[in-house]
């Protein structure tokens, strides 16, 4: 055995004992239960672990709680304004034959002070239909889209890029947001080609 002092570094539970002098080779051979110097210690630090533990459970569930409430509130406003455009979309379709005709009879007039106090009525009331976010679809020289537009009859064109476009509108269509509440009554042209 050396006169030097050995250093060794021993690792018990959680704390670490450095510079162990004088280690004699025989009691390195024998083992050696150590016995806990503080069990409340110990105890507390499991407990401890444990209590944070179950708060971050918690902590996670409460977020999750949060998000799903935050979820919930969103899909009920857009509900909410999904029945709100619907109900506007049902008292604004109510008042579309009574305007249609008011059209008509205006279209059916001479010129005149009469007819120009009608169509100045039919722009005011156009206008307050508009704040309710009505929307006139009048599609004259577009193409025939059957989601909008409901085709009357089909008459023969002679310029070819006129087919399948609208060539008159009987009557204007009509929506609230991306609701169609009455698809434009229009005329389709259809180009049939020569036979030489």
């Given amino acids: ?61 409460y977020r999750q709680l949060q998000e799903d409430a935050e979820a919930t509130k969103e899909r009920l406003n857009r509900a909410s304004a999904f029945q709100t455009q619907l109900q506007r979309g049902e008292t604004v379709a109510k008042m579309f034959d009574p305007l249609d ?18 169509k100045m009525v039919i722009q005011q009331f156009m206008g307050a239909l508009s704040e309710l976010g009505l929307e006139v679809l009048s599609p004259e020289g577009q193409m025939f889209d059957p989601n909008f537009h409901e085709a009357l009859t089909v008459v023969p064109v002679d310029n070819a890029e006129q087919d399948g476009s609208i060539i008159e509108v009987f009557s204007a269509g009509y929506r609230v947001g991306s609701r169609l509440l009455k698809p434009a009554r229009v005329v389709i042209g259809k180009h049939e080609a020569a036979d030489s």
Avoid: W, Y
């Fill in 101 to 118: 005709n008011l059209n008509r009879c205006v279209d059916s007039m001479g010129d005149g002070d009469a007819k120009e106090g009608l």
């Fill in 1 to 61: 055995m050396s006169d030097e002092t050995e250093t060794e570094t021993v690792a018990l539970d959680d704390e670490t004992v450095e510079n162990v002098e004088n280690v004699d080779p025989e009691t390195e051979a024998e083992v050696v239960t150590l016995i806990d110097p503080n069990p409340e210690l110990t105890q507390a630090k499991a407990d401890l672990s444990e209590v944070q533990a179950r708060l971050r459970a918690v902590s996670a569930a």
